[in-house]
């Protein structure tokens, strides 16, 4: 089940906000590794090693993620793990 469809994973954290793009990671949520993204009509989810998407996402905001990702990929795993172990998580400065 999808964390947004089920009341156990309604915490999540806001870790980043880029260009109006809200990037954010669920506690407990299912694996492999991603973050959640929202922005405008996108809303989708992106693996953070191996960049699989789900959900509606136009290229100019993955092109966008993808360069977040790159720059923050040790610091959103390290993230990951905090959350799946229900761990507050900060953003990412």
Known sequence: MHPQNNKTFKRMGSIFIIQGILIYIYAFDH??????VRSGTDNFSITIQD????GKARSKTVKIINDFIDEHEDELMELWGRAQRGEKITKIR
């Open 31 to 36: 694996n492999p590794p991603h973050i959640h």
């Open 51 to 54: 960049r699989i998407i789900e």
